[in-house]
């Protein structure tokens, strides 16, 4: 069996970091991360076998702040692109391709955010792909938003809709591609990580090495304190406090529109449903105000991001360098 390209995809605050540093510390796999290509620049250029878009694309690509830490040869990526299939799938193996070179690692994966939502593109690309789904319980994922940033745009009710819209890509895609793409919880993965590891090494062809428990691939992430927004841990450490922890964040109104809203999806990954208790005020509010709110907010953000998807995403100004002399030394 080839072994592919290994993309891991998911919402954010879901443990998709967690899982990128165990499979960055496989001496196999050279893991990016939060690239974005697929998101950003995936069709966004025209077509790259016209020089003009190729090298617009290319001066974008070389100032995107996700891209400086990978340190990309510009004259050897054109060099090597006009050598082949100009096409962004190409373009964006090459790009992984330089990075897992200098690493000296046979094997290339990135980890970025919705990656689930390009599936079909990147299966049709790269036929030996594998693509890891991590799922978080929603109520953890939504307080895990709010801890780190402390205001949640579109509120609860976009906070269901997004994870819905990812639950419900995540059991598509593993019925189109049974053998190429695993959901993996984030719950099993933090309570049981060597069993979980071994499970996706068995997976995607490699062999489970305890090396990758330690998290050296990844150095940043394992040194920050890990997998929580709510405190840190010991260097190294893979922490199951933050299981659960929603009831401390989320009111118990925000958890019963929740729990209304996607208890089937819920349910049928192993999510239990939480007692909620309101008074008899708290419970006219959720009735007349929570309900339709939230509800509203869901269907807005379905179709935003139903149109986001046809006419793709721009990249953000902010992602972009604009110190000159940091720019050219890239360029």
Not at 71 to 82: A, I, S, T, Y
Not at 102 to 120: C, F, I, M, Q, V
């Amino acid at each position: 069996m080839e072994r592919g390209p290994i993309f891991i995809a998911g919402l954010e605050r879901s443990g998709t970091s967690l899982l990128y540093a165990l499979l960055a510390s496989h001496p196999n796999i050279a893991m990016t991360r939060r690239t974005n290509l697929w998101t950003y620049f995936y069709n966004q250029y025209g077509d790259l076998g016209k020089p003009e878009n190729f090298e617009h694309c290319l001066a974008t690509m070389m100032v995107y702040k996700r891209l400086l830490p990978i340190r990309l040869d510009p004259e050897k990526l054109r060099r090597d692109f006009q050598q082949g299939e100009q096409s962004y799938p190409r373009l964006f193996a090459l790009i992984e391709e330089q990075y897992a070179q200098r690493l000296g690692r046979p094997r290339w994966g990135d980890k970025s955010l919705n990656t689930e939502r390009y599936a079909d593109q990147i299966f049709a690309a790269y036929p030996n792909a594998f693509i890891l789904h991590i799922i978080r319980d929603p109520r953890d994922r939504y307080a895990s938003a709010i801890a780190r940033w402390k205001v949640s745009r579109g509120g609860v009710g976009a906070g269901s809709a997004v994870w819905l819209a990812s639950q419900r890509l995540a059991e598509r895609n593993r019925a189109k591609y049974p053998n190429r793409y695993m959901i993996v919880r984030y719950e099993t993965l933090a309570s049981q990580p060597e069993e979980t590891l071994r499970t996706i090494c068995s997976l995607i062809g490699e062999e489970y090495m305890p090396i990758m428990l330690s998290m050296k691939g990844a150095e940043q992430f394992r040194d920050e304190g890990g997998n929580s927004s709510y405190e840190q841990f010991e260097v190294g450490k893979i922490s199951t406090r933050s299981i659960g922890r929603f009831g401390k964040v989320l009111s118990p109104r925000q958890i019963a529109f929740m729990q209304m809203a996607i208890s089937t999806k819920m349910t049928a990954l192993d999510y239990e449903m939480d007692k909620v208790s309101l008074s008899t005020l708290e419970r006219l509010q959720f009735l007349l105000f929570d309900i339709p709110l939230n509800y509203l907010r869901m269907a807005v953000w379905t179709v935003r991001e139903s149109f986001l998807n046809r006419v793709g995403r721009s990249l953000p100004g902010y992602r972009i360098v604009r110190d000159a002399e940091q720019a050219g030394a890239n360029v």
